[in-house]
């Protein structure tokens, strides 16, 4: 079956090939229906998990005996982080997140990253995206692609609006400019995101209603 990155959790992982020997596999777990996404690069064996949200034993399933070389949190709610301090027992992984939310994670953070840097995955690169607003360092991560980019949004983005900026109008505003600037601005319509709970869309699905999601406040 092709992938439609529709998961529930205690069901199985969905799978896609994003780049040629480069394998995500989308995985909910957790009270709060989180995504953790694992990218395996078949030639260097190399893996990366974004949000090692919650269920330890599913995601260490997930890695398998392959190796781990890093876990980048997306931002520091708990329920993106609950497994992280096992996973990265078992594994040996770096951690990596944003200084700015940082101190909240139940375990140091070996490589802090900032916008604009890369994170390497064998041959390929992750780009970081500072997105301000739901927390002081949500982070995106870009990997660009030849025919489709591929965006891991965490909770800045999702269909149907940018991430809970719970009534502050100068989050939001904060928020949507970078979402906007740093997002919509700079990538094409096919590009396909994957945000920290729920389905995945594309930029050109929600590019329409950004004005709608300012005019609304939220």
Do not use: C
């Amino acid at each position: 079956m092709s992938y439609t990155g529709d998961v529930t959790v205690g069901g199985p992982a969905d799978t896609r090939e994003v780049l040629p020997g480069l394998v995500l596999r989308k995985l909910a777990v957790g009270p709060y229906d989180n995504n953790a996404y694992l990218l395996h690069d078949r030639e260097s064996g190399d893996q990366i998990l974004i949000d090692a949200a919650a269920e330890p034993a599913r995601l260490l399933e997930l890695v398998g005996d392959r190796p781990l070389s890093r876990v980048v949190t997306t931002h520091r709610h708990q329920d993106h982080w609950q497994a992280l301090e096992d996973v990265v027992r078992e594994t040996g992984a770096a951690t990596l997140a944003h200084p700015h939310d940082a101190e909240p994670l139940p375990v140091p953070v070996t490589t802090p990253v900032e916008h604009g840097d890369v994170i390497p995955l064998g041959a390929h690169r992750l780009e970081v995206i500072h997105l301000r607003g739901h927390t002081p360092g949500s982070i995106a991560l870009l990997l660009r692609a030849p025919d489709r980019p591929h965006l891991f949004t965490g909770d800045s983005l999702f269909p149907g609006g940018v991430g809970n900026t719970w009534g502050d109008s100068a989050l939001f505003e904060q928020l949507l400019a970078d979402v906007t600037e740093r997002v919509f601005d700079r990538l094409p319509d096919n590009t396909w995101f994957y945000p920290g709970h729920g389905r995945d869309s594309t930029l050109g699905q929600e590019r329409p209603a950004v004005p709608s999601w300012r005019e609304r406040g939220w």
